[in-house]
């Protein structure tokens, strides 16, 4: 009874601050989406943890619980993998960025030493 | 001008602002009439500003991105100013202007012209892992590119138009990825290249880092990345 009230508040917890920093705009919706959803699967899990024992026993697995482990660690490992992609996305873009920016200040410096040779010819 | 052809020199620098005002001015002494880009890498010393008093433009990136970074920016400057030819040269010094003519020379009849270090002239030579990663890399990138490759990691690389072109929208900025997947990309979609042999000299500054330990993981980074390069579109 102690480990369904212990997981059952986590669940509760994570789900407030997920709210929360959706609430607060601090999280993309894509990703709050993702994780309401993982939450409002694992959260009837947590109360019922025998809930899954039928399903582990059919693929050979010891209890619900194991399965719903290792399904959680298969998923965390996904969402890495998937970060990790997001975030090599990302380096290119700034990349790009970083080096739109060099371009630019280049060609305004070029302009600048232009300008002021023919204002020092002109003088 | 080099032989008729609007030339831009591509300087890659990461707080180079011990050497960069020698090698500019040699560069500008050496090939008078040539445009010199120094691709300043987030330095933190004064490169920028030492660069551009030596007579050098000057593009100067707000973080430090890599050799593969800063070259794509120059490769995207050349594109942007129409320049016929593009040759990158060492920050430090150990790259000798005096053979860019040479290497101009050779793009009449490919795109490609890398200077070459182990080819003949001048005594550079390294031992150990390092040495076979060389020679691995040399003895790959050599069929793949229909032509014989002993210097694959030389930063001494003169480009015309069309790879310009390719380098301006494609270049990688990982570790590597600028010398040997470069190679591996040139090779494959069927552009001409070409080694020329040139002396190396002594960097004028900086040193170079000698430990077997580095020279291991050199050899295993250069197998990754030649692998990784291989099968990759």
Known sequence: ?123 | MVNGKRTLIIIPALNESGSIADVVGEVRGELPGVDVLVVDDGSTDRTAAVAAAAGAKVAKLPYNLGVGGAMRLGYRYARDHNYDVAIQIDADGQHDPRYVPKLVDLLEDNDLVIGARFAGEGDYNVRGPRRWAMVMLSAVLSRVAHTKLTDTTSGFRAANRRVIEMFASWYPAEYLGDTVETLVHTARRGYRIRQVPVAMRKRMAGTPSHSPAKAMVYLGRAFAVLTLALIRR
């Not at chain 1, 059952?8 to 929360?20: D, H, K, M, N, Q």
């Not at chain 1, 947590?46 to 660690?73: H, K, M, Q």
Request: net charge negative.
């Open chain 1, 1 to 123: 009874m102690k480990l369904t009230l212990v997981t059952g508040l986590t669940g509760l917890l994570l789900l407030g601050t997920i709210v929360e920093l959706l609430r607060r705009r601090q999280l993309r919706e894509k990703y709050g989406m993702l994780w309401l959803a993982v939450l409002i699967i694992v959260i009837p899990l947590s109360l019922f943890p025998r809930l899954l024992d039928n399903v582990a026993e059919t693929l050979g697995v010891a209890s619900g619980v194991s399965l719903v482990l290792f399904l959680g660690i298969v998923f965390l490992l996904l969402v890495c993998v998937h970060l990790s992609w997001e975030v090599s996305a990302l380096e290119e873009e700034t990349r790009t960025l970083a080096e739109d920016l060099a371009l630019l200040r280049a060609e305004i410096d070029a302009d600048r030493a232009a300008r002021d040779e023919l204002v020092s010819t002109d003088g």
